[in-house]
């Protein structure tokens, strides 16, 4: 139901004291937390695990219900480091949450974790603090025990380094692979993480009535590891109920010595809710969100914060916000608050980036996405006023983290929901990123998920659907270097980076000997397998490695699928399972397949001066560069109906065969996806001059975009990805567009936005199930110019890269052009504004 | 450990945390010549040599290494320069080859590239595996346990 009259709820302002709040979240630079890793490893270490050749579940429980019981309860934070001329210094502010907690004990932290990759951090620990871009604040005493307590005693011991140990010589060479940077990422050393938890049954039942389920089901059950299994469970929802406890004395203590008759009140509050929740069933709203937030710290806790996501939370907690809205306990306005809030709160840390992680993955946050609108499990519209609710939250506080995805189910949803979408893209420059559920549900009963379930899909990290609390998916398992599969097929299984005496794969001929296209796609085939091979193989060695290492209670018990099956979600206990990969560089091997095509093949005789030209990096051959490059020439991926969309159809099918039918260690199947944050700029820098006249290391193209500067008419750039068949890409797909945000009148735009989404979305228009998903960057060209040399002006501007949202200022130099230089189109006429590429300097974008 | 190193390790134990800076100034001078002027041909062996006096002079410093075990190697692609640092039981070794056993073994292309990879307060890791300027093969940790002790020794040193 959806009873407000304004579905923008343009009215709704953030209270005074929520943005005092944010003001000092913007100020804060983040900072190490050592809680943590400073427990884990005291726990473990009196447990006895770094001696064990495998840790189970109910060991693991009790490790993080230590933990649990441990840590911190702070109910409010009061300081904060800041960036000023002399350094960092510490700032003081006014916390007035109504959710106390946080996932580490600072108000922004670093979460480390260093049963996984937090030991990058150790040659950094006395000059991190001055780095250029990102840096974090640490003091002395918490470097002293990283450095003497906890980071020696993982050197052995982290996921990589077991794996290592457990792995067969292929393995080992395989690491080594990895560890070139070159060919693909596997993630799985620093997490899984990358799902959506149910909180539906938390919010409703409590802590209480799961913990009480599993010791009920421990007590008929004869199977000792399901005993064992279900005693985890019990343990950590125990431990999280301490947690809540322990929040609510210390509101209880800080209102009994408060003299300030306000927050008396509130830390009451707060001591009362806390005293109920998550342990009972939630009651309110607001209720609701804090058991969301608890379980979501708790989640962390265990997981490295990297992709977990909140999913459809407009569908968990809209009969709470209905019924308060009824009784009229609370307003639309008091909602936009509590939101507020908790996405401060969902926003308090960021991943721990090592500078050697800067290139490609610099700028991040967490990929905490939450989904909103779109159908129900029986198909009927979901879109309801705390849709609106969320969304205005979401507008009013424009935070990198959490990352808004809304669903869109064509001809079902209303269009004044879709035209309200787009103008919350227009307020704030970058989000929510739009999702066809027609395409979506498509893409996944394909892949293995019921009706029922694929309605009921969340958006997990970037772009990533799954069934919402049941997929348990790694969608970001690895991160697959395309254009390194043209390459070895370019060089008969060699690759310039290494130089070209030595055979990296296997000889599949000299292209230039080839007769046809089909042979040279044939070549890339086995190219593509053997890349694929490699990354596989060592997801499937870190998969069980974290099997004998790293189960997940936690998660496991907040989850559906673990209670019914007895097993942990590390061990296939979900409902859904899966492995994810994400393809990078789509766009430019398609392109580069067109131009091999044409000009290479195509000719009588065929031409090899292509291949050559690579070699020199087009140097010498710069009218073949200009043919390349000119899209009334050569067919290219965006810019031509026909040619340009055989070779992109070609080359998803080829990636869905390579990878669907392959069973992962938890019993679930690969599928791929086609985002790829900022990894199209560093993957970028390995590949040498491409065919479709990318020169050396530039940029790849972002997600399934289409290359930049080839594409001069939007309908033809959303048509060609829309004609690509959406079961190919269950792992989701970004494609990135920019418009121009001052073009004309505001209605026209807005109208011009909606029919343009409408239009690639639209299934009727001869392109299968439409476009499944779209993202936006609306911000002048000018204003990104000027936030590059100025970007104390705009340290909150917020951009989508591809997939996630991030502040420019946090970009590398690289990326900022990237962004830059991506093709921005006029809603006015649809065509391509005309901008000269972007002239990177040293150093740019550095000072923030 | 030469008898000298020994009477000096013994004889500094007695003396006040900033006289034993001192000392570890005093013999770690080549390294800080290295790091303020010009990177040479000798930063490795400077940098090698001004952890093993700053580990044999500086309690706190030792305390860096307290109860490490572990081999790294470096060297040249053309084994020019090959050199192994053993840590075991809170001494460091300076060996004059690579050993074939190792926890992680570093190759790089010159000293600068090294130096730029270890020390750099601008390090661009990705674009010294992307210019092949430098190639790590083993346990990563244990190179950035390595890393560790050379900064925090610039640190103290005064040219971080």
């Known amino acids: 139901m959806i009873a407000v009259q304004d579905i923008s709820l343009r009215d709704v302002k953030l209270a005074p004291a929520l943005q005092s709040l944010r003001e000092a979240y913007f100020r804060a630079i983040p900072e190490v937390c050592v809680e943590r890793p400073r427990l884990i490893t005291q726990f473990s270490a009196e447990a006895g695990l770094f001696e064990r050749e495998r840790i189970t579940s109910l060991e693991k429980a009790r490790l993080y219900r230590r933990v649990l019981e441990r840590r911190t309860p702070v109910v409010w934070h009061r300081q904060g480091h800041m960036r000023t001329a002399s350094g960092l210094e510490e700032f003081s502010f006014d916390d007035s949450s109504p959710f106390a907690g946080s996932t580490t004990s600072k108000f922004k932290g670093v979460p480390l974790y260093p049963e996984f990759m937090a030991l990058a951090l150790w040659p950094e620990l006395w000059t991190m603090s001055r780095r250029q871009s990102n840096p974090y604040y640490i003091g002395e005493e918490e470097i002293r025990i990283l450095n003497l307590e906890v980071f020696p005693r993982w050197m052995d011991h982290n996921l990589t380094e077991l794996a290592r140990a457990r792995g067969t010589e292929e393995d080992r060479q395989r690491m080594q692979l990895l560890q070139k940077f070159v060919f693909f990422l596997a993630s799985k050393p620093n997490c899984i993480s990358h799902t959506i938890p149910d909180f539906s049954r938390a919010v409703r039942e409590g802590l209480r009535a799961i913990l009480n389920d599993a010791l009920e089901r421990q007590d008929r059950t004869a199977d000792p590891s399901q005993q064992d299994f279900y005693q985890a469970m019990a343990e950590v929802l125990e431990g999280i109920i301490v947690y809540a406890h322990n929040l609510s004395d210390t509101a209880a203590g800080m209102a009994a010595r408060t003299q300030d008759a306000k927050q008396k009140a509130d830390l009451t509050e707060i001591a009362r809710v806390y005293g109920r929740v998550p342990e009972q069933p939630a009651q309110t709203f607001r209720e609701g969100l804090t058991t969301i937030w608890l379980c979501w710290t708790a989640i962390h806790l265990e997981n490295p914060n990297v992709g977990l996501s909140l999913g459809r939370l407009d569908q968990v907690l809209y009969d709470l916000y209905r019924q308060d809205i009824d009784a009229e306990r609370m307003t639309v306005e008091d909602a936009v608050q509590l939101l507020g809030y908790v996405w401060l709160k969902i926003g308090d840390h960021v991943p721990m980036v090592p500078a050697a992680g800067e290139q490609l993955f610099g700028g991040t946050g967490s990929n905490q996405a939450i989904t909103i609108g779109g159908v129900d499990r029986e198909g009927h519209d979901a879109v309801n006023e705390l849709t609106y609710v969320m969304l205005r939250a979401i507008e009013l506080m424009k935070l990198r983290d959490p990352n808004l995805n809304a669903r869109y189910y064509p001809g079902v949803n209303e269009k004044d929901y879709l035209r309200r979408l787009c103008e919350a893209n227009v307020n704030t420059g970058a989000t929510p990123a739009l999702h066809n559920d027609r395409a979506v549900i498509q893409a996944l009963t394909a892949s293995g998920h019921t009706l029922a379930q694929a309605r009921d899909y969340g958006v997990i990290g970037c772009v990533e659907p799954g069934s919402n609390g049941r997929f348990y998916g790694h969608s970001g398992a690895i991160l697959l270097n395309l254009p390194s599969a043209l390459e070895l097929t370019l060089f008969s299984g060699r690759h310039r980076h290494f130089g070209l005496g030595n055979i990296i794969s296997m000889e599949t001929g000299d292209p230039s000997t080839f007769q046809s296209f089909a042979e040279f796609q044939g070549a890339f085939n086995l190219q593509l397998h053997w890349v694929m091979d490699q990354a596989i193989a060592l997801n499937e060695l870190f998969g069980r490695t974290h099997q004998q290492f790293y189960p997940t209670p936690i998660l496991s018990a907040l989850f559906e699928g673990p209670m019914e099956s007895g097993k942990d979600l590390i061990d296939g206990g979900a409902t859904l399972n899966a492995s994810g990969i994400a393809i990078i560089g789509f766009a430019d091997v398609v392109d580069s397949l067109n131009v091999i095509e044409k000009l290479v093949y195509g000719q009588q005789p065929t031409d090899s001066t292509l291949f050559q030209a690579i070699t020199k990096n087009y140097e010498g051959y710069e009218a073949l560069l200009a043919r390349v490059r000119n899209p009334d020439k050569v067919p290219r991926f965006g810019a031509d109906e026909v040619n340009g969309e055989k070779n992109a159809i070609w080359l998803a099918e080829t990636l869905h065969e390579a990878t669907h039918t392959r069973r992962n260690y938890r019993g679930g199947y690969y599928r791929v996806g086609y985002w790829s944050m900022t990894n199209h700029a560093g993957f970028g820098r390995f590949i040498g001059a491409t065919p479709n006249g990318r020169k050396d290391g530039e940029n790849f193209s972002s997600g399934l975009t289409p290359c930049s500067g080839v594409t001069p008419h939007l309908t033809a750039a959303l048509h060609a990805v829309a004609n690509l068949p959406a079961e190919c890409a269950s792992n989701g797909m970004a494609v990135n567009l920019k418009f121009t945000p001052d073009d004309g009148d505001r209605t026209r735009m807005l109208d011009n936005f909606t029919a343009a989404v409408a239009g690639y979305f639209d299934a009727s228009a001869d392109h299968g199930t439409g476009g499944m998903e779209i993202q936006f960057n609306v911000t002048s060209h000018r204003d990104f110019i000027e936030a590059v040399s100025d970007p104390s002006r705009y340290d909150q501007l917020l951009v989508r890269v591809s997939g996630y949202t991030a502040y420019f200022k946090d970009l590398n130099p690289q990326m900022q052009k990237e962004i830059i230089d991506r093709t921005e189109y006029r809603l006015s006429s649809g065509d391509a504004v005309p901008y000269e590429p972007f002239a990177l300097t040293k150093g740019a974008g550095h000072d923030n | ?160």
């Open chain 2, 1 to 160: 450990m030469t008898t000298r190193q020994s009477a000096l390790q013994l004889a500094s134990r007695a003396f006040p945390e900033p006289f034993q800076n001192f000392l570890v100034d005093r013999f770690a001078r080549q390294l800080k010549a290295e790091l303020s002027e010009k990177i040479t041909d000798e930063f490795l062996e400077a940098l090698l040599r001004g952890m093993e006096w700053a580990l044999l002079l500086s309690g706190s410093y030792r305390r860096n290494i307290d109860g490490f075990f572990g081999v790294c190697v470096f060297r040249t692609r053309d084994n020019k320069v090959a050199t192994t640092a053993v840590f075991a039981d809170g001494h460091m070794r300076i060996e004059g080859q690579a050993r074939s056993t190792y926890n992680v073994r570093v190759t790089f292309q010159d000293v600068h590239a090294l130096w730029s990879f270890l020390l750099s307060e601008n390090q661009d890791i990705l674009d010294s595996i992307l210019k092949n300027t430098v190639d790590v093969d083993g346990n990563l940790n244990y190179l950035y346990r390595f890393g560790f002790l050379a900064k925090d020794l610039t640190r103290r040193l005064g040219v971080a």
